[in-house]
């Protein structure tokens, strides 16, 4: 056999060179310790198109700001755009349990002045809050959309939920001023003017 025709006879993969008479070149396992493992699973779905969703690190992160109870209602939207119901439902059970803890604590504060002194509660409570909501709810999206699609997914715009979440924090500091200030007690001077 000459020299050439050996070369036609190879196939090249990841820098081995393989007899194309010794076996199939999808059957070869290489050796190039900087590729990325692959396996082939049979559980996942694969070449299907990802939902366009909330990016859910975004999400978790903007829960800082905004509360948890904005993370768990844009992670809720996610689930349900992967047709995820349990898991839509216990985001939702989140956003609503946050929102109580939240406007709860804060009410709370206003309207019973004897606990005044412990102001930095409800603080404690929401910081508390997030990093419970995170490890046990928030960080299981973040796996499962890396894991499914990886970072080729379609990206939603945040725009709209960050202005509703903006407004809904203006609303909520509006409701709150307006009970502290109509319960506060009004001290009424009995002394006679001249």
Do not use: C
């Amino acid at each position: 056999m000459k020299f050439a025709d050996q070369q036609n006879s190879r196939i090249e993969l990841d820098h081995m060179i393989v007899p194309s008479g010794d076996r199939r070149a999808e059957d070869v396992v290489t050796d190039n310790r900087y590729a990325p493992p692959t396996a082939k699973v049979a559980d996942m779905p694969s070449g299907g198109v990802a939902p366009a969703l909330w990016n859910p690190n975004a999400a978790a992160n903007w829960s800082f700001l905004f509360t948890p109870a904005f993370g768990a209602f844009v992670q809720m939207k996610n689930w349900q755009a992967l047709d995820e119901p349990d898991k839509a439902a216990a985001s939702k059970r989140w956003a609503i349990a946050s929102l109580v803890i939240i406007f709860g604590s804060s009410l709370g504060f206003i309207s019973v002045p004897a606990l005044m002194p412990f102001h930095e509660v409800p603080r404690i409570l929401g910081f508390a809050l997030l990093i419970t909501w995170y490890f046990s709810s928030a960080r299981k999206q973040v796996e499962f959309v890396k894991s499914r699609f990886g970072q080729d997914y379609e990206r939603r715009g945040w725009g709209k939920p960050l202005l509703i979440a903006l407004l809904a924090i203006v609303v909520l500091t509006v409701v709150v001023l307006v009970i502290a200030v109509t319960s506060a007690p009004i001290e009424i001077s009995s002394k006679g003017g001249t």
